[in-house]
């Protein structure tokens, strides 16, 4: 019996250590490969730079920049190293090992090649996210235990290490169950979400409340803590581990934003400041709604509040065949000219102002 408590002390600690979250490298990545032809691995390695471009910049929003192509067509001297692996195929019989192709890309030489194409660098560490989730089914809430639930810790942890995101997932074991509760998950109780957070090292807790609608659908409710305030926003999907991943990838891009990453001067890019960009929909169908439009090349976020982006826009053609583009989206109101702003290198430049209105929101003629 002596033996014994000193045997579960240290299983605990065990469980503890393997709980803990990962820091990734953010420069890193591997993917499945046919073979090991030159042609092969080139087309590989663009693979695998596409990854670590998203982790770099904090916004998934570059890949659909031209500027981004420019520099994936450079991933093979930009790569450190790389190298081969195989891991057993499929269990069906006499399946044949797949191959895989493991690369590091060179971190300086990726920055100074990204900042030479205008596109922003997320620099320093990334915070560490610790995640709590309480779920209401039928009218019973409950706290929700989702690093024992196999297919949501799954695409969480995939998640978190496609866009470099250091994410913890709670033990949720007798002593988280006595120091919250699915209400103060719920109500944002800061006092217990503070008390139950401290035995996780972490820089960024979210704390979501998530509904199952009458139709199956989860609707949920984040809010995003640090230094002791929150920001909230919101996210939905069809299964919860769909609606919880779509909520951490936008999670990790506001949290770019706050970073102060660098950026390259954007003094001759046109500004939008648009207001009314409070949820994760929002910033989502905006940032969309931008990309696809075929006059622009490059969207980068240059600062955002709690209800307003200040957007640097590449245009075909510049301001004012942007304004004409925009004036076709319902989901942006026009706001009177306000005074000039002032760039980074010290200068005066134009800001076009628009209301964001959930699309939702606008009545159909």
């Known amino acids: 019996m002596k033996l014994l408590k000193p045997f579960l002390l240290l299983l605990l600690a065990l469980h503890a250590v393997v709980a803990a979250a990962q820091v990734p490298d953010i420069f890193s990545g591997e993917v499945p490969v046919a073979d090991e032809s030159p042609a092969t691995r080139a087309l590989a390695l663009q693979q695998i730079l596409r990854q670590v471009m998203v982790r770099v910049a904090g916004q998934r929003s ?22 081969y692996r195989s891991a057993p195929g499929p269990a069906d019989g006499e399946a044949t090992p797949q191959r895989y192709l493991q690369a590091r890309f060179d971190p300086p030489a990726l920055r100074r090649a990204m900042l030479g194409k205008r596109l922003p660098v997320w620099l320093g560490e ?32 995939q998640l978190a290490e496609e866009r470099g995101m250091p994410l913890q997932l709670p033990l949720l ?18 006092g217990a979400i503070q008390r139950a957070s401290q035995r996780y090292p972490h820089e960024v807790v979210l704390t979501v409340g998530a509904t199952r609608s009458g139709g199956g659908r ?12 929150y ?27 706050q970073s102060g990453a660098v ?33 622009v090349s490059t969207v980068v976020v240059l600062q955002a509040e709690p209800d307003r982006l200040l957007l640097g826009v590449d245009a075909e053609g510049g301001r004012e065949v942007l304004t004409r583009a925009l004036i076709r989206d319902p989901s942006l109101v026009a706001l009177p000219a306000a005074a000039k702003d002032v760039t980074q290198a010290g200068q005066s430049a134009v800001t076009l102002h628009y209301q964001f209105i959930d699309p939702g929101a606008i009545e159909q003629p």
């Open 62 to 83: 570059i890949l659909a920049a031209e500027a981004a192509n420019e520099v994936l067509q450079d991933a093979g001297a930009l790569v450190q190293q790389f190298r």
């Open 126 to 157: 990334r915070p560490r996210v610790l995640l709590w989730v309480a779920t209401e089914e039928n009218g019973v809430r409950r706290l929700r235990s989702v690093g024992d639930e196999r297919p949501v810790r799954e695409r969480l942890l």
């Open 173 to 190: 074991d007798l002593e988280d169950r006595a120091a919250i509760t699915a209400a103060d998950v719920w109500s944002g109780f800061a």
């Open 218 to 229: 989860w609707l949920l409710a984040w809010r995003l803590w640090r230094d002791g305030q």
């Open 231 to 257: 920001r909230e926003l919101s996210s939905a999907g069809d299964a919860l581990a769909d609606a919880l991943a779509s909520g951490l990838d936008l999670v990790q891009d506001r949290l770019a934003q």
């Open 263 to 295: 950026l390259p001067d954007h003094s001759d890019m046109t500004r939008i400041s648009v207001e009314g960009v409070s949820t994760l929909q929002a910033y989502g169908y905006l940032m969309e709604a931008l990309r696809l439009l075929p006059q």
